[in-house]
């Protein structure tokens, strides 16, 4: 790409000469033998990545998929006209992150050292895939195997492409995307194709590691991919299906669509088809999920909690309003994370992002967020679930999942998009301390993946109160003797490489600048890079609320966790111009779409 740097090159090869002479004289400690291109510490590192990452770019040899999916015909097509993006110049939207001040070179040092840990585990996770697993979905942690399970097409590949980008590892991207060039997306290792996983994992994976090195291949194959994914919209109402039948599609007969979902799977579909109109200029993607996003428009203000969704709902009837059981985590989490995202991503032209993500960030408050009776009375929260009875009254479950824990992440930047400091500085920061309690109060220092405490009536006093704990312990049928106290169950003990928790520590460290969470950071880093650690990679491990070493695991590593959780373990402790959340905004799997520049207008690809 023509965004190589001229200005700096003289001084930079004089540098490098003598860098690279430092380098050898140097304790190795600090250096991958592998990385050969070392950057000067004046130089931003996203700049140094841009030049140091696309020198030579793109000489890979293309391969289309053996089967044209943008060839099948429509059997119903979008009624009316195609609806374009919204258009005008992109708004200049207040400032997500903290304003930051150069650090002193020791902590410099020190945040670099550990920076480094972060790297080398994630090399040599990559590097057991590439010998064990390559072109695999999956690599197996314990074992050396291999899985396919979400159709075979490379998914570990796609989902770490932009980690590789992110951390300067040049070699191993070029060989990576050089491998995505062959992958076939017209054949399929399962007859059905699901789309909400394809969509995060594989098109958002493919997406952002185009909008950040630019190389064409990526973009060609994220299109096949996305005509692919159309067809999951070819429905009598527009509506997307949950799982693609592969000969259905491919024979254009039109799909059924389910009774019923959960509302995170058609709500899940936004950004990436959105950004793929973007760096397409064809605006059907953006037309088939702005139907969807219509659709759940419609109905917030009328559901039996008004400003959220039930869990459930039926693309089928169109109904987004008549369940009652209510969440924002597992099965509905990123129906509400895409709202103020899907606000940044089209440069706040669309109305209907800011007013949804308001009105669900109102109604969450109040219906999900408690403060927890705490031996400490640490000022935090967790996140439960509201179920509505006959009557209209909503209870709440205070029953908290790991992958609630995105939602301090998504207060932080909603709070800074909307100018509501309350959100950012207060909620987010509270909801994200309610995690990182949950991991370090466990004796293996991670986060389960379940697990239950006792509210109390009201946030400003919470006071400690044994025999009122004890009795709400008994009350739950799970209660166990060993668990920490404030702890009244560990539903589901396990820790699976989840990233939800890291992912809002992260967020809140460059959204208001706080030490703190660069620290956090570091210890469930630690942690978890010991109790998960294989041969090979890192592995689940059944049961974090006991600390009996080597703890016992799963033969089980999902992409997701070298796609997110060490990709946000890293950028948590890097220098904060890489990964700009002013300049990015990352999807739900945690790979970063660029954002439209409001200065200049149009888009800035
Ligand atoms: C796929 O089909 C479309 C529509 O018929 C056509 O425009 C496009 O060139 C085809 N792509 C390839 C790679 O053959
Ligand atoms: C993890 O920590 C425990 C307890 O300190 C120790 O016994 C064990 O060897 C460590 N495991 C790894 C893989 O570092």
Known sequence: MARLQRRTRNALVSLALLTALLYYL?????????????????????????????????????????????????????????????????????????????????????????????????????????????????LQPLSGGFKDQFSGWAATLVDALDTLWIMGMREEFDEAVGAVAGIDFGKSSSLTVNMFETNIRYLGGLLAAYDLSGR?????????????????????????????????????EGLMVEGQVVSASPGTLSMEMTRLSQLTGDPKYYDAVDRVMDVFAKGQGSTKIPGLWPIYVSMLTQDVVAGSSFGIAGCADSLYEYLPKMHALVGGLDPKY????????????????????????????????????????????????????????????????????????????????GCIYAYQSMPTGMGPERWNNAPCKSRERCKWDEKAFEDEKRMRRE???????????????????????????FVMYRVTGRQEYQEAAWDMFTAVANGTATEYANAAVLDVTKANYPLRQEDYMESFWLAETLKYFYLALSPPDLISLDEFVLNTEAHPFRRPKASRGGHQL
């Open 26 to 138: 140097s304790p190795s400690s600090l250096h991958s033998s592998r990385t050969s291109t070392r950057r000067d510490p004046s130089e931003p590192e996203s700049a140094w990545l841009q030049r140091h990452m696309n020198a030579n770019a793109d000489t890979s040899h293309v391969s289309t998929s053996s089967f044209n999916w943008s060839s099948v015909p429509v059997k119903y097509p979008p009624p009316g006209k195609l609806k374009k993006l919204p258009s005008g110049r992109p708004l200049a939207l207040p400032k997500v992150q903290f304003d930051f001040q150069p650090e002193t070179p020791e902590a410099r040092k020190r945040r670099e050292a550990r920076r480094k840990q972060i790297r080398d585990l994630f090399r040599k996770n990559w590097e057991s895939y590439r010998k064990y697993a390559w072109m695999k979905d999956a």
């Open 216 to 252: 064409p291949v990526l973009l060609q194959k994220a299109r096949e991919l996305g005509d692919l994914l159309y067809k999951g919209f070819d429905t009598k109402h527009r509506m997307p299906v949950d799982f693609i039948n592969f000969e259905q599609a491919q024979a254009g």
């Open 354 to 433: 800011e007013k949804m993500s308001k009105l669900f960030m109102e109604a969450a408050d109040k219906a999900f967020f408690y403060r927890p009776m705490l031996p400490g009375e640490d000022d935090l929260l967790m996140i439960g679930t509201a179920s509505v009875n006959d009557y209209g009254d909503a209870t709440l479950d205070a029953e908290s999942e790991h992958l609630g824990c995105f939602v301090g992440g998504i207060y932080g930047l909603g709070g800074r998009l909307f100018q509501r400091s309350d959100w950012a500085d207060d909620l987010g920061q509270k909801l994200t301390k």
């Open 479 to 505: 209660w166990s003797t060993h668990l920490p106290k404030g702890f009244t169950t560990a539903k589901d003990p396990r820790y699976i490489l989840r990233p939800e928790a890291i992912e809002s520590v």
